[in-house]
C-alpha cells in the first residue's frame, strides 16, 4: 500500500499564537511534499474529528500530529486502526520552553515538524510475530511453598491451568514445618494457625492445578507462551522426556537458611541447648519446649537476634520477618507456662506496619524481656544450662542470663541460581579445556574458573544464551525493576515471588503470589495478541535481525537485558520474538546496523538527524542535538516546560525508547552533519539503576569509548558529546545542563563540518 | 522471694568478666502490677520522661532506669534506689510520655511496695493494702478505744465539758498512747534501719568522699521545711500549696500536742487552754492549715486525674484518715465551745480513734513516706551524691561560662 502521510498542525494551547503556522504548513507541503497538511484546533471538542474525515475520504494511513507532546494520551488508535500516528512536539517541546514568534522558535518548530515527517515517512506497517498464534496460556509454578500454592490456587480461580512442582516430598514448604503465625490481621493480637495445610488441600483437590512433587526442572527452552519443559524426578522414577508447553513460570523457590560463622561463637551446633530458630520452631510443633540435651523443662529461653551479636560483617542485610518470628516464639514459651521467661536481644528489631501492635501485645506480656544488646558470648555451665552475656543491654551494665535454651535466628537466602555467574563459569571452564587441549595458557579464564558461583546446580534450567537461570542482583536476588514492576524478573515471563524475591513473611508471600500470578497471566494474555508484556505494554513491534550482513560479534546477544537472543554454533543470533521487551538495546549494540524494528530503526533517526537544518558558521546559531531516553528524560523536558522553564533554542530533542538503543552512527551523522555536540540523557545506572531496561544507559556509556574513538576520527573534541543521568524529577536539572553545554559549545567553537 | 540479682563474686575474674547475672523476679513484676503500675511494660526507653523531669539529677537520671528495672523485674534495684524517694509525682513524666507507660505511677508503686516490704512486723503492711481488710483496720481501733473507755473512763461526763472526764490523765489516755507512740517508734526505727542499709546496697552506693549524715540532714530538713524541690516540680501548682499548708498544720498540731503534753505534767497546765492562750491560738492555726490542706489534697485527687496519677486504695485511706483527722478535730473543738456535750464527747471519741488509728499505722501506711523519703534525701545528698564532684561540676560550669564571654571579646 502506497504511503499517504496526513500533517495535522494543532493552533491550541498558544501554538497558533507563538509561531508562523503557515510557514510551518510550507514546510510539509513544499519541502516535504505532505499530500495533506491541515491546522486543526480545540481537540477536547471534536477538534479530531477532521482528522477522522480525512483518513477516511482521503485514505491516510500515517498521521504527523504537529501538536501536544506525545505523553499527552490520546489512547490506542485514535485515528483508526493500523493508522499510524507520529506526534511532534511542538508545545511543551517549542512553544512552551521558548520566546513567542522568535526567528529561532520557528526555526525549531519547523526542524521538529521535517522529522516527525520523515520519521513518518520511514515507518512501515506494523504486523505481529508469527509466534502469537502458537501461545499456550498454561502456568508453571516452581516451588510448592506457602508462595507457590498461593500462585496455583490464584492463577486456577482466574481460570488458567497450573502445573505445580516440588522437589520435595510433600507440598507445603517451610510452612508446613512451623507450629503457628503470628497475627495477620486487626487487632493484630493473638498467635494464628498457619493454614498451610488447608491451602495443601486445596492445591491437591483443584481441578485446574496438576501437582508433581519429588520433581525438579530439567531444561526450559523457548520463550513466554512457548516455553518447554522436561522434568527430572529426583526419588528414582523415570523421568518424562516429553516436554511439556507452558506459557509463563512463577518462580517460587523461596528460601534456605543462611548460617554464618558468628552463630558457631554463640554456641551453635556447639552446645545441644543452642538450637537455631527452625529448630525451635520445629520443637514447638512437637511439643516439647524443653532442653534438648536431657528434656529437662526450660525456666528461661533466650533469642539471640544474631546480626546483633557481633558487628553487621555477617549479616549484610535484614529484614522484619526475623523480629516477627522472635516475638511469635517468645508467645510459644510464654503460653507454655506462665513462670518461664523469654529474653529477646537484638541490634535491630523491626516490626512494620501494623505489625506494631503485636510487637507491644508481646512487649506488655510479664515474663517476656526486651532488650538492645550485643551478645558478647555464650557459655556452658556444668548443669547444662548457658551463660549468656550482653554488653550494652539496656540495663546500662553488662549483664547475663542463664538460659536453658538459646534460640538463634538465622538468616534468610533466597533459593535462586546465579544464571549469569553459571554461564560465564560453563564458559570459563570450556575455554580453558580448550586451551589445555592445544598447550595455551589463558590466565583470564582460570581466573573465572576459580570464581566459581555458590550453588553452581541451576534451578530453572533455562537454554538461555546468558545463563541457566534468572541473572541475580546483590545477596543472589533476583535482578528485577524492584521499583516499578517488583515481581518481573530480567527474563520475561518468568516472575519471582515470595522470599526468593525478597525476604518476607507469609502474609506478603501470599499477596506477592497473586501478584505474580496476575502478572503471568497477563503475561500469556499479552503475547497471545503479539504485544510486549511491559514495560512497553501492548507494542506490537519487534526486532528483525538482517542476519545476511551479521558479522557474529555477539554484540546483541550479550547486551540484551532479557537474554532474548540464543546463539547458534557460530555465534549468530536466534530470536525469541515473545522474549523482547521492545528496548532496541540490540539496535543500538549492532555494528553492522542490521537491526530494526518497523517504526524504530536505524535509519529512521538517522533521517532525522539529516533532516534538521543546520545554519552555517556565520548564522552563530550552533546546533546540538539531544538523544533523550523516552521513559525519564523525556517527560522530564516537557515538565520543566509545563513549569515554564526555558532552555537554549539551539537544542534539537530526539526521544529513544531507551538511551542503550543508541547506536554509534548516529553520533558520526550528527557530527559530520554540522552538530556542534550531543547530549546523552538517560537513566541511574549501577546496583540502584533506574532504567526500565536495566542496563541501558549503562550500556550507552560504554559505547562511549567507542564514541570517542569517532570523534578522534573526525578531528573533535571529546566534550562534544556529553551523557547525563537523570531522573524524571530533574526537570530543574535538564534545561541547566542543556544551557551549561551550550556554554561549553561557544568555548570550544562550532563544528568544523559545518556547511560541508 | 529471693533477691532478683546476684552479685557475681569479685574473686571469681571469669564471672567479673561475665556482668551481673540477671534473674528477673515474675512474681515482683506481677505484684507492681497488681498495685497499679500495670503500664510500665509499654515503656520503649526513649528517655522523655527523665529529660523532662525538672528535679531528675544529671547522673543516673530517674525514672527511665527504674522503668527499665521494673520491666526486667529488678526488685534489688528499685527498693534499694533513694531515686525513687526524690520523685514528687508532679507527674509531668507521665503526661508526655510517647507510650502511656506512666513512669509517675511507677515510681508511687515503688515507693508503695516498700512501705510494704520495709514493714515490721510484716503482717502490718498486708493489713493495710488490702481493701479486704478495710472493715477490720477501722473498726480496730474505735473498738480498744471504747473497751477502754467502758473500762477505764465515763461515756456520759457531767458539768461543762471537759475532755479529760471522758478519758482521763495519765491513766488510761497518756498511758495508751505513750504504749501506741513506742509500737509506732519500735516499727518505724526497724523499717527505718532495714531501708537505711538496703540503700547502701542499692544502685546508689555511697562515694568515696560522702559529705556525711549532718549534710544530708540539713539537706533533707532545708528541703521538708522549704519544699523547694517540690516547688520545682510543681510550679503554680496547687499541689505544692496544699501539702505545704498539711505538713505545716501538721507540725504545728505536733507542737501543741506536744506542749500541752509536758504542760500538763511540768507545769500543772489546765486544759482546756483559754482561746488567747499563744499554744492555742498556734493549734488552731494549725488545725485550720491542717484541713485546708487536706481538703484541697481530697478535691485536687477527685478533680485532677492527669496530675494525681492513678488513685489507689492506700492513697484514698492515707489522705481519708488525714481528711477525717482534721474534720474531727476542729468539730471536736467546734461543739464544746458550743457546749453540746454528747456531740463534742462523742466527737472526740472519734477524733481520739483516728488518731490512734494514724499513730499505730504510721509505719506502714503512705504516712510512713515522712520518714522513707527524709532518710532516702539525707542519704542522697549525704552519702549518695559527692561533694567534691558536685564543686567541680560547679566549677567547670562556671569555666565554661568565663570562657564562652571571652570569646566574644577575643574576637
Known sequence: ?756 | MTASVVENRPQDSMAASKGKLVEPDLNFIREISRLGGDSFKKCYQCATCSATCPISPDDKPFPRKEMVWSIWGWKDHLIKDPDVWLCHQCNDCSAVCPREGNPGDILAVIRKYSYLYYAFPKFMGKFLYEPKYLPIIAALPFVILFVIVALFGNFQPEGDIVFKKFLSHPFPLDFLFILVAMFALVSAAVGGMRFWKALQEGPRPPVNNPRGFTAGLIEAVKEVATHKQFNECDKANPRFYSHLLTFYGFVALFITTSLVFLGLYLLDLETPLPLLNPIKILGNLGALAFLIGTGMMLYLRLTDEERAGKNSYNDWLFLGLMFGLAVSGVLTEALRLAGIAVAAYSMYFVHLALILSMMVYFPFSKFAHLLYRTLAIVYYHGYAASASEAKEALMENKQELKDETVQPNAA
Open chain 1, 1 to 756: 500500500m502506497e504511503d499517504k502521510v496526513g500533517v495535522y498542525i494543532c493552533t491550541g494551547c498558544s501554538i497558533g499564537e507563538a509561531l508562523d503556522i503557515e510557514a510551518l504548513s510550507k514546510v510539509a507541503l513544499d519541502e516535504l511534499k505532505a499530500p495533506v497538511c491541515k491546522t486543526i484546533a480545540d481537540c477536547m471538542n471534536g477538534g479530531l474529528d477532521v482528522i477522522r474525515r480525512d483518513v477516511e475520504s482521503e485514505g491516510l494511513n500515517k498521521i504527523v500530529l504537529a501538536a501536544c507532546s506525545p505523553r499527552e494520551d490520546f489512547g490506542k488508535d485514535p485515528f483508526g486502526q493500523g493508522i499510524h500516528v507520529e506526534r511532534v512536539n511542538l508545545r511543551e517541546g517549542v512553544v512552551w520552553c521558548q520566546p513567542p514568534n522568535d526567528e529561532d522558535t520557528q526555526m525549531m518548530a519547523e526542524d521538529y515538524l521535517r522529522m516527525g515527517i520523515v520519521k513518518a515517512q520511514k515507518t512501515q506497517p506494523l504486523d505481529l510475530f508469527e509466534e502469537h498464534e502458537r501461545i499456550n496460556k498454561n502456568l508453571l509454578v516452581v516451588g510448592g511453598g506457602i508462595t507457590g500454592l498461593t500462585a496455583a490456587v490464584e492463577a486456577a480461580e482466574a481460570g488458567y491451568d497450573v502445573i505445580l512442582v516440588e522437589k520435595e516430598v510433600d507440598l507445603g514448604g517451610w510452612m508446613a514445618k512451623w507450629y503457628k503465625s503470628f497475627p495477620t490481621f486487626t487487632p493484630y493480637q493473638d498467635l494464628e494457625d498457619n493454614g498451610v495445610s488447608g491451602l495443601v488441600e486445596q492445591v491437591q483437590s483443584h481441578p485446574k492445578i496438576t501437582v508433581r512433587t519429588s520433581t525438579e526442572i530439567a531444561k526450559i527452552e523457548g520463550g513466554p507462551g512457548l516455553f518447554d519443559v522436561v522434568f527430572k524426578s529426583n526419588n528414582g522414577q523415570p523421568a518424562s522426556s516429553e516436554p511439556l508447553r507452558v506459557g509463563a513460570v512463577i518462580q517460587a523457590t523461596g528460601w534456605k537458611p543462611f548460617e554464618p560463622e558468628c552463630l558457631e561463637k554463640l554456641g551453635y551446633k556447639k552446645f545441644d541447648n543452642v538450637v537455631s530458630s527452625i529448630q525451635f520452631e520445629e520443637m514447638a510443633k512437637s511439643g516439647r519446649l524443653s532442653r534438648p540435651s536431657e528434656g529437662k523443662p526450660a525456666k528461661n529461653v533466650v533469642f539471640i537476634q544474631c546480626e546483633g551479636s557481633q558487628d553487621d560483617e555477617y549479616f549484610s542485610y535484614n529484614s522484619s520477618v526475623s523480629s516477627m518470628v522472635c516475638l511469635k516464639q517468645a508467645l510459644y514459651v510464654r503460653e507454655k507456662s506462665d513462670n518461664v521467661k523469654a529474653f529477646i536481644f537484638y541490634d535491630h528489631f523491626r516490626t512494620p506496619g501494623q505489625y506494631e501492635d503485636f510487637y507491644k501485645r508481646v512487649q506488655q506480656d510479664p515474663g517476656v524481656f526486651l532488650s538492645k544488646g550485643q551478645v558478647e558470648s555464650v557459655t556452658e555451665q556444668d548443669d547444662g544450662s548457658l551463660l549468656v552475656t550482653v554488653a550494652g543491654s539496656m540495663l546500662g551494665e553488662k549483664i547475663s542470663i542463664k538460659a536453658d535454651i538459646v534460640v538463634l535466628s538465622l538468616g534468610m537466602m533466597p533459593a535462586s541460581a546465579d544464571g549469569e555467574a553459571i554461564r560465564a563459569w560453563i564458559d570459563a571452564k570450556a575455554a580453558v579445556a580448550k586451551a589445555e587441549q592445544e598447550g595455551n595458557k589463558v590466565q583470564e579464564d582460570v581466573l573465572a574458573l576459580s570464581r566459581k558461583p555458590q550453588p553452581d546446580e541451576p534451578i530453572l534450567h533455562l537454554n538461555y544464551r546468558q545463563g541457566p537461570d534468572l541473572p541475580v542482583l546483590e545477596h543472589h536476588y533476583p535482578d528485577s525493576h524492584f521499583i516499578c514492576f517488583p515481581y518481573e524478573t530480567r527474563r520475561t515471563g518468568i516472575y519471582a515471588a515470595g522470599c526468593v524475591r525478597s525476604p518476607m513473611d507469609a502474609l506478603s508471600c501470599r499477596e506477592d503470589a497473586a501478584g505474580a500470578a496476575l502478572k503471568s497471566i497477563q503475561c500469556v494474555e499479552m503475547t497471545s495478541r503479539g504485544e510486549a508484556v511491559h514495560p512497553r505494554s501492548g507494542d506490537i513491534s519487534y526486532p528483525e535481525f538482517f542476519l545476511q550482513r551479521c558479522t557474529q560479534c555477539k554484540r546483541c546477544t550479550e547486551e540484551c537485558p532479557f537474554g532474548v537472543l540464543n546463539e547458534d554454533a557460530k555465534g549468530t543470533p536466534l530470536p525469541n520474538a515473545t522474549r523482547c521487551r521492545r528496548c532496541g538495546v540490540c539496535m543500538g549494540a549492532c555494528p553492522e546496523r542490521i537491526v530494526s524494528f518497523k517504526d524504530y530503526s536505524v535509519d529512521m533517526i538517522a533521517s532525522m538527524i539529516k533532516k534538521v537544518e543546520i545554519p552555517d558558521e556565520f548564522d552563530e546559531k550552533p546546533r546540538v542535538l539531544v538523544l533523550a531516553c523516552e521513559n525519564d528524560a523525556y517527560p522530564a523536558l516537557d515538565m520543566a516546560a509545563r513549569k515554564g522553564l526555558t532552555y537554549s533554542p539551539y537544542v534539537r530533542v530526539i526521544p529513544l525508547r531507551c538511551l542503550g538503543s543508541m547506536n554509534i552512527v548516529w553520533v558520526a551523522d550528527a557530527l559530520s552533519r554540522g552538530f556542534d555536540g550531543i547530549i546523552m540523557l538517560g537513566c541511574k545506572y549501577g546496583d540502584d539503576y533506574q532504567c526500565h531496561f536495566i542496563r541501558g544507559s549503562e550500556l550507552a556509556d560504554r559505547r562511549g569509548v567507542n564514541v570517542k574513538e569517532k570523534l578522534e576520527q573526525l578531528a573533535l573534541e571529546n566534550e562534544r558529546v556529553e551523557l547525563h543521568q537523570v531522573e524524571i524529577t530533574d526537570y530543574e536539572k535538564i534545561p541547566q545542563i542543556i544551557n551549561n553545554f551550550m556554554d561549553v559549545i561557544e568555548e570550544i567553537g562550532f563544528n568544523p563540518f559545518k556547511g560541508m
